[in-house]
Each structure stands twice: as C-alpha cells, then as structure tokens.
C-alpha cells in the first residue's frame, strides 16, 4: 500500500532545523513494516538525518558548512538571485533534497540520537513543500 | 507492483547535465502514486537534483565543486588512473549515485524549479548505466 | 513484500570499509526484482557506494576528507565529545546514513567497481546497528 501526502512547513529560518516530531503529526497510522521517503520540493533547502539533541550541534553545521560552501565566491556567475542563492543550490545537493527511513513496529525506525533536519539554505526561503511517501 | 529497466545514457562531457526529460521518456507509464529510484552504475558520476532553469548554475556547481575536491591533491595516492580520477570518486559519494522522487498522479512529482542532473566527475567517462525502478 | 532486520557490524576503525559481502551475507533470499534500503542508525557514521577494487581508494577518502572537514576548526562550540565528534557529524551529513539499492535477478544491482562502504567517523565507534528493509 502507499499513502502520500503534500505537506507546508511552515517558514524556518535560515539553519538546521529538527522536525521528526512534525512529521510524524503529519504522517498517517503507519504500517507495522515499511518505508517513509521524503522529498523537499526546492533546490535551496535540503533534508537530512542527524543529531537530535544538543542544539550545538545544528549552529556548527551552518557555521561550518557556511565556511564550506561561502557566500560571494570568485567563481559564481549565478548571482542575481542574491548572494545565499547560489551556495543554496550547492548546499542542496551536497545534502540531498530527500530521504527515506525504515518504518518498524508502526513507527519511524531510527537510531536513539537521530532526528529529521529540515535545511532551510536561504535568508528568506518562506514555506517550503515536501511530499511524504509512505510505503507497506 | 515493480517495473524495472536498466539504460545507456549518451556520453556527456564533463560537468552537470539535466535528464529530467530524457528519464520520462525511459519510463513506463507511471502508476497513480509511487516511487522512482535511479542508480548510476559508476563510481565517479552522480545524480542528484537541482535547479532546473538557468545554466549558469549547472556551470558554478562544475567550477565551485571543483575548487572544494581539487585535482592533484597532496594526499591522493590513488593517481594511476589520472588526475581527474580520485577527485571523481570523491564527488560521487558527496552527491550520492542514486536518488529516489515520489510519482503523483502518473508524473514525477518534483518541484517547479527541480530537475534530474546527471553529473559526469571524468574527463572522458564515456557511456553510463543507469538502473530505473518504479514501485506502485 | 517486505522483509526487515537489524543487525549490528562488527567494529570498525575510523575509516572507510567495504561491507558488500557483510550485507549480503545478512539479507534474505533476494527477490527477482525490488529495492534494499540501508540505514545506518548513527549521527557519526555514514554509508555510500563508491569504488570497490583499489583499497587506496578507500584511504585516499579519509586523508582528503579529514582535510576538507578538519578536525579543531574554530567555528565548533560542540567540542565536548572529543575533536572527532563534530566534523563526524558534518561528514555523515555529507555522505548520508542511508541508500538504497535495486535488486535484479535475486542480486544486488550494483556496477562492476561499485561497493557498498560502511564510514565510521569517529576514532572509537563501537559496535553499530543498521536496519536492511527488502522491497519486493
């Protein structure tokens, strides 16, 4: 069986950001075994599995990772979006735009320390889209 | 339900390349809801998503990522095989070689402003396999 | 159908290692055609397919990795779990903690060169779990 649903996440600031408790609101009862994919329906965010609980740890990303791939970079000729734009785009692949998870005893099967980053790469990136795909 | 196919895709020179297009045209007809997963069957090209609009971008990933996983590094040992070889398989584990896009209502349910590229890291890498599986 | 289980690898020094035949070993009798989906339960490890003949491949990755995401970077406040913590979070990110790989004709479907690759990041890893889901 599949169930799929389009959800909004609401506008997020520039950063890594835990959601796992957002989208298992937003999932239906889920199956005793199976798979949930996600997809971020946007080339300037991103999705990602990590850490779920020092808050350090998602200020270091986008401080590193900002230092990894900078803003105003000598090569970019995609610039006219605004200067987070294109390492945006970057970002985003180097990430990965979706996800999928192993679903066990109706319930997202991942690690004690692993939550659901959403990346929200842009200063101003607004509402974000993701598609949910649940598979049994 | 699982429809699996494996295609040659043209030779592309170095750098990123859209194939959203010619992906759809390699399926079957899609299911109403479901899963395709691609594989890139190499090790020093990758797939991922991105923009899908103004080639500058394609050409900032080629020349950004370029600087980030340079050729002729100090610390390669694996050289044999040219100075564009090591750089490759370092780019295709941080892009990934497979990806998997929700199908709605019988299309690829990607966002408006995201494509497939297929990313070619080698000089002359030549012809490449793909693995298409679309679950219903 | 689906069939799950999770195991634990045995533990593996900080680097990158080669797991193809660990996991094989491991799975069910595959189906004629599905999709195996690996999740690495961790927020300091990682998985990816990459190279699987030349073994400097593998060493080649965590000497330009360790350079690319440094160890003592200034911009890190979570410092508190040793130096190795932080950029192993970084690099599991970037590599990802989970793939997924087709299955044709009862095998694996993976290219020639291509591996699957187990990343431990950190210097003392322990044990760790992973979950393999067969799709069928």
């Known amino acids: 069986m599949i169930q799929q649903t389009e959800i909004t996440l609401p506008p997020f600031r520039r950063g890594y950001h835990l959601i796992t408790g957002f989208i298992e609101k937003n999932l239906p009862a889920l199956p005793e075994k199976g798979l949930l994919h996600i997809l971020v329906k946007h080339t300037s965010a991103g999705i990602t599995i990590n850490e779920n609980a020092d808050p350090t740890v998602r200020t270091d990303f986008e401080a590193f990772i900002n230092k990894m791939i900078p803003e105003k970079d000598p090569v970019y000729v995609h610039t006219y979006e605004g200067d987070d734009d294109m390492p945006a785009h970057l970002k985003s692949s180097v990430f990965g735009a979706e996800i999928t998870i192993p679903i066990t005893n109706h ?14 790469f842009r200063n101003y ?12």
Chains 1, 2, 3 share one sequence.
């Open 125 to 136: 990136g607004g509402s974000r889209k993701i598609v949910l795909t649940v598979f049994s």
């Open 107 to 120: 319930r997202l099967n991942l690690g004690t320390w692993q939550g659901i980053y959403f990346v929200e």
